[in-house]
């Protein structure tokens, strides 16, 4: 339910592209079937004239780390890092 009431919040024209990218990452989609219970679900609830489509990967346990690599590695996101010592005070 929270995917579907996230994509009705946006702008109605990007509608259509997020149901048709729901992309599942980070732990808690680990869970045994939640791409078959998430499509279900978004179907249910969606127009029927969308076409529903949950990416998932077996890997996107690591998926949340590799985002988070990659903005550490652009130099305009190192401009924003702070010393430790920044961070204690």
């Not at 339910?1 to 729901?22: G, P």
């Not at 690599?69 to 961070?87: A, D, G, P, R």
């Amino acid at each position: 339910m929270t995917t579907y009431n996230n994509i009705i919040s946006e702008d109605f024209y990007i509608h259509k592209d997020l149901y048709a990218n729901t992309f599942l990452s980070g732990g808690i989609t680990m869970f045994p079937s939640i791409a078959k219970w998430m499509q279900k679900e978004i179907t249910s609830l969606a127009p029927s004239t969308m076409k529903i489509n949950i990416i998932s990967s077996s890997e996107r346990n690591f998926f949340v780390w590799i985002g988070g690599s990659i903005m550490l590695s652009l130099s305009i996101f190192q401009q924003m890092w702070i010393s430790k010592q920044e961070y204690c005070e």
